[in-house]
Structures are given as structure tokens and as C-alpha cells.
């Protein structure tokens, strides 16, 4: 019930900011919120651009729901912290990490423009970027 409530609270306030600048188009962050609000996860913090953070939540959904229809029970940690990695890897060069779980702490550095930490259900997930040096 509490978190319909919040839910509802949030819808509210997109929809009051959409109302607000219906006459030029939303900023990206007002269309990110809109996107997180859609795909049922919450964005705790980000240093990231918009892009990167849309490319996050829209896979890490993805990959939610894929896992959820071929094994019929909750995702595996494990496997979304792998495959997100891999994907921002592969995307956005090496060196991302990622922590998947339900209860976890940290104390991170990154690399500018590449963090964001977000939940989904039950499950938080933190998507960060170090910097590689050759030796």
C-alpha cells in the first residue's frame, strides 16, 4: 500500500512538471524520471548522462524480465551484475563494475560521468566506471 502511495506521489509530480512545460518539450531528466516511474525503478543517484542512465535501466528491465521468463522465479544477482557489466563494457569501453543484491554497503570511487546506483523490486543496483591504466 505505502508503495503504491509513493508511486502515485511520483506519477503526480512528473505529471505537474509535463503540465508545467507543456508548451516546449521536457527536459531529460523530467523524461528520465518518466521512464524510471514506467519501468518500475527507483534512481537513487547518478553521476552519468541521461543517455547512459536510460541505456542502464531500460537493460537492467530487460534482462529482469527475460531471466524472470525462462527461470519462473526471482533474477539471479549474479547473472544481472554480469550482463550489465558486459553490456556497458562493450558499449562504453572498459572498466565498469557492478553490485546486484538486496542488502550491501559501499564506498566507491569512479570515473566521471560513470555512476548510478537504482533498484528494482527488492534488488539495488550500483553500475560504476574506474579508470584503466596500461602498464
Request: overall charge positive; charged content about 25%; some cysteine.
Amino acid at each position: 500500500m505505502e508503495k503504491q502511495q509513493s508511486q502515485w506521489k511520483e506519477r503526480q509530480v512528473v505529471g505537474r512538471i509535463l503540465e508545467k512545460n507543456a508548451d516546449r518539450s521536457p527536459p531529460e531528466e523530467v523524461k528520465l524520471a518518466a521512464l524510471a516511474i514506467t519501468l518500475n525503478i527507483r534512481l537513487r543517484s547518478a553521476d552519468m548522462p541521461v543517455t547512459m542512465q536510460e541505456r542502464a535501466l531500460r537493460y537492467t528491465r530487460s534482462l529482469a524480465v527475460a531471466d524472470h521468463n525462462l527461470n519462473h522465479h526471482r533474477p539471479n544477482p549474479t547473472v544481472l551484475a554480469r550482463a550489465l557489466k558486459k553490456e556497458f563494457d562493450s558499449v562504453y569501453g572498459p572498466a565498469w563494475h557492478c553490485v546486484v543484491g538486496k542488502s550491501f554497503g559501499s564506498f566507491v570511487t569512479h570515473s566521471p560521468g560513470g555512476f548510478v546506483y537504482f533498484s528494482l523490486d527488492s534488488l539495488s543496483f550500483l553500475l560504476f566506471k574506474t579508470e584503466v591504466h596500461l602498464l
